[in-house]
């Protein structure tokens, strides 16, 4: 249903609204707001900053303002390479766009700076809601293609990024393992904090198909021929494997982990994210 939805704002809304609800702590270390002052209400300012039981004892509207202490700011990491346009309803790709527009609007809504990185799209972390909905429009006119994927877009994002910040990565991870892991050790030592969102479709776990099939690779173009019911096996290990050498890689090297399948609806997914990272 949310995939049906054009408009990727109201799709974030949706996803975040209750989401933290029962989280008894921020799930993003190091980032906070300190109260300032209380300032006269002005037309046009964000309803949830007025303290609605001051008005009740003075009959008079006040917001309250901030002073930012955040020591750190957020980048999103979006693979757009060919091999995250899969499978043909519901792509990794769109899943991963509704995740990070979500991500964007949670961090952005507790007055957080975020930015986005994809493909050679990069949008430099800042706050407000005129960043966030400027982010929001440019994921939506992203499409995936072509070559390349996380390791070229962790270096990016961690040279672009002017202060130590928290990467989080969206991707299939299937590019260059052992460069892609370089990359993330070397944000992590600029000062980085790396969170990897894995996500794969359901069918390229299971391989849930029978007969004789020509696969085609959605960024080299070449193709396969196989039987599926024979090979299921094989490549069901395969892909376990793959899957448990990224996990221990991560907690090996200190990253936060998730593997996200996308047929898990998008705000359950997101919440048993931000529940790790809580328990942490």
Not at 80 to 101: C, N, W
Not at 138 to 145: F, V
Request: aromatic letters at 8%; one cysteine or more; charged letters at 25%.
């Amino acid at each position: 249903m949310l995939a049906g939805i054009a408009d990727l704002e109201l799709v974030a809304r949706i996803i975040v609204e209750g989401l933290v609800s029962g989280l008894h702590r921020s799930p993003f270390h190091g980032y906070s707001a300190e109260f300032s002052q209380y300032r006269h209400y002005r037309p046009g300012d964000d309803l949830k900053y007025v303290d609605w039981k001051l008005v009740a004892r003075t009959d008079r509207v006040y917001t309250k303002q901030f002073r930012e202490t955040t020591n750190m700011a957020s980048a999103i990491v979006l693979d757009a390479s060919g091999s995250m346009d899969f499978p043909a309803s519901l792509t990794k790709f769109r899943y991963a766009v509704i995740v990070a527009a979500a991500l964007a609007h949670l961090i952005s809504g507790q007055g957080d700076a975020i930015g986005l990185l994809a493909g050679d799209r990069f949008l430099a972390p800042r706050s407000g809601r005129p960043h966030l909905r400027g982010l929001l429009a440019a994921l939506a006119t992203l499409t995936p293609g072509g070559g390349g994927g996380a390791a070229d877009n962790v270096r990016r994002a961690s040279e672009r990024l002017k202060r130590r910040g928290l990467l989080f990565v969206l991707s299939d991870f299937y590019d260059e393992e052992e460069r892609t892991l370089t990359e993330l050790r070397r944000a992590a030592r600029m000062g980085h904090e790396v969170v990897l969102l894995h996500i794969l479709s359901r069918d390229e776990i299971d391989l849930p198909y029978r007969r004789d099939l020509e696969f085609a690779d959605l960024e080299s173009g070449r193709t396969l021929a196989i039987n599926a019911g024979l090979a299921r096996r094989d490549y069901t290990e395969a892909v376990a494997a793959f899957l448990e050498r990224w996990h221990a890689r991560a907690g090996g090297e200190g990253f936060q982990y998730s593997l996200i399948v996308t047929d898990t609806p998008p705000a359950r997914a997101l919440r048993n994210c931000l529940l790790a990272r809580v328990a942490t």
